[in-house]
């Protein structure tokens, strides 16, 4: 057997690959489903007549947030609507309370910490580490964080500022948070603080490309939650038009609303309304963004259950892997520690996976076993290939294999 994966190895190192699967990213033909948004006509002016050629409006045109709170399904006054990302907009959130949170700023705190599911976005942990905030791991477990490790946590320190999480289609492993483990989750933390923050990027909320469980709208649990003023809830539209290009939104209320519009009046000035016009001519109102979901999950889909089949061929000593309904990212999860081999490997074959251990704080992964695999861009038959290699790469390793 070991031979036969000797031989493997080989043959596949001798077709010099050159396979990228690192990033979540739409393949072109996502990217194609709103080609007809770079040629849509819109008028120069906004519904309630603001010109959307010039300054202001920094918290978004009306009609942008109206969809926004649609598909949130806040009130439109907790809305903000911004540009490109909700990445762009969770980071704008930590600055707001790293320089004016009430009553220390963050940057004032001797040592603010943040509650960070894992495996979890290695950019969250980026942005905190931008802020000397510390990023602690907690575990993920099937319906949402580890209710008992984020208690004990806060039992035994103090300095704890907020938790960040992606709370649908959980990246990367696809977990989907339920009512019960958010309400839980928020009880916990608002006990423990009325000014702990609970982030929520919410990239994923309309990603479905399966049957998925159904969740409430987050807003209506923060609010029977009364966390409403200690929430904030951002997504986009960045894998749903285009990268960069999309437009985002924010929920939140009192305090919080505040501090993101105080950091937006200076930074941003104005969005482009524009853009926000562009797309809300585009799609009209939430039920024409879900429609046109359903394209991208028929494109989406195919590529999953290739990778699944391939999976699935992987002996149950080697691993497991996730099988998210939604979202962009399977995790494979090795029984020994050989994350890191496994990716190395796969480099020497001619795949780039995302780095082991970069989906935990630091780039540690305490057990060497997590890796995530994004099967959306890469073409059909550049993903068999790719998923060909990871499996002979998981063998090799797993087997320990010498070459």
């Given at each position: 057997?070991?031979?036969?994966?000797?031989?493997?190895?080989?043959?596949?190192?001798?077709?010099?690959?050159?396979?990228?699967?690192?990033?979540?990213?739409?393949?072109?033909?996502?990217?194609?489903?709103?080609?007809?948004?770079?040629?849509?006509?819109?008028?120069?002016?906004?519904?309630?007549?603001?010109?959307?050629?010039?300054?202001?409006?920094?918290?978004?045109?009306?009609?942008?947030?109206?969809?926004?709170?649609?598909?949130?399904?806040?009130?439109?006054?907790?809305?903000?609507?911004?540009?490109?990302?909700?990445?762009?907009?969770?980071?704008?959130?930590?600055?707001?309370?790293?320089?004016?949170?009430?009553?220390?700023?963050?940057?004032?705190?001797?040592?603010?910490?943040?509650?960070?599911?894992?495996?979890?976005?290695?950019?969250?942990?980026?942005?905190?580490?931008?802020?000397?905030?510390?990023?602690?791991p907690i575990p993920m477990v099937e319906d949402g964080i580890?209710?008992?490790?984020?208690?004990?946590?806060?039992?035994?320190?103090?300095?704890?500022?907020?938790?960040?999480?992606?709370?649908?289609?959980?990246?990367?492993?696809?977990?989907?948070?339920?009512?019960?483990?958010?309400?839980?989750?928020?009880?916990?933390?608002?006990?423990?603080?009325?000014?702990?923050?609970?982030?929520?990027?919410?990239?994923?909320?309309?990603?479905?490309?399966?049957?998925?469980?159904?969740?409430?709208?987050?807003?209506?649990?923060?609010?029977?939650?009364?966390?409403?003023?200690?929430?904030?809830?951002?997504?986009?539209?960045?894998?749903?038009?285009?990268?960069?290009?999309?437009?985002?939104?924010?929920?939140?209320?009192?305090?919080?609303?505040?501090?993101?519009?105080?950091?937006?009046?200076?930074?941003?000035?104005?969005?482009?309304?524009?853009?926000?016009?562009?797309?809300?001519?585009?799609?009209?109102?939430?039920?024409?963004?879900?429609?046109?979901?359903?394209?991208?999950?028929?494109?989406?889909?195919?590529?999953?259950?290739?990778?699944?089949?391939?999976?699935?061929?992987?002996?149950?000593?080697?691993?497991?892997?996730?099988?998210?309904?939604?979202?962009?990212?399977?995790?494979?999860?090795?029984?020994?520690?050989?994350?890191?081999?496994?990716?190395?490997?796969?480099?020497?074959?001619?795949?780039?996976?995302?780095p082991a251990g970069s989906t935990f704080p630091n780039n540690?992964?305490?057990?060497?076993?997590?890796?995530?695999?994004?099967?959306?861009?890469?073409?059909?038959?550049?993903?068999?290939?790719?998923?060909?290699?990871?499996?002979?790469?998981?063998?090799?390793?797993?087997?320990?294999?010498?070459?």
């Amino acid at each position: 057997m070991h031979q036969e994966i000797i031989t493997k190895f080989n043959l596949l190192k001798e077709k010099q690959l050159s396979i990228d699967i690192t990033r979540g990213k739409p393949d072109k033909d996502q990217l194609d489903l709103s080609n007809d948004l770079l040629d849509i006509s819109i008028p120069t002016s906004s519904d309630d007549g603001i010109d959307l050629r010039n300054y202001g409006e920094p918290f978004g045109i009306t009609e942008a947030r109206k969809l926004g709170s649609e598909l949130l399904d806040a009130p439109l006054e907790n809305i903000l609507a911004g540009e490109q990302s909700s990445l762009l907009l969770t980071y704008q959130t930590v600055l707001s309370n790293f320089l004016f949170a009430e009553p220390t700023p963050w940057k004032s705190l001797k040592n603010p910490k943040f509650v960070c599911p894992v495996p979890g976005f290695d950019r969250h942990f980026m942005m905190l580490q931008d802020f000397g905030i510390e990023a602690v791991p907690i575990p993920m477990v099937e319906d949402g964080i580890d209710l008992g490790a984020f208690e004990s946590l806060l039992e035994q320190d103090d300095e704890f500022v907020g938790i960040l999480c992606v709370p649908k289609h959980s990246n990367p492993s696809g977990e989907i948070y339920s009512d019960e483990n958010l309400q839980k989750m928020f009880s916990i933390g608002s006990n423990f603080s009325d000014k702990f923050l609970f982030l929520f990027d919410h990239a994923y909320l309309i990603h479905d490309f399966l049957p998925t469980p159904e969740q409430k709208p987050l807003w209506e649990t923060v609010v029977n939650s009364n966390v409403q003023d200690q929430t904030v809830i951002t997504t986009s539209f960045s894998k749903v038009t285009f990268g960069g290009g999309g437009i985002s939104f924010l929920a939140t209320s009192g305090h919080s609303l505040e501090l993101i519009k105080r950091v937006r009046t200076t930074m941003i000035i104005c969005p482009d309304k524009l853009n926000q016009k562009r797309h809300v001519e585009f799609f009209k109102d939430a039920e024409g963004v879900k429609s046109h979901m359903l394209k991208h999950a028929e494109l989406v889909r195919p590529k999953f259950e290739i990778a699944y089949s391939y999976l699935e061929t992987l002996d149950e000593d080697c691993g497991s892997f996730s099988r998210p309904t939604g979202g962009y990212f399977i995790t494979y999860s090795t029984a020994k520690p050989i994350a890191t081999k496994v990716v190395e490997l796969c480099k020497e074959m001619g795949v780039l996976i995302t780095p082991a251990g970069s989906t935990f704080p630091n780039n540690y992964d305490p057990k060497d076993s997590v890796i995530r695999i994004a099967p959306t861009y890469v073409s059909k038959e550049e993903l068999k290939m790719a998923m060909e290699v990871f499996v002979t790469a998981v063998e090799l390793a797993n087997y320990d294999v010498g070459l």
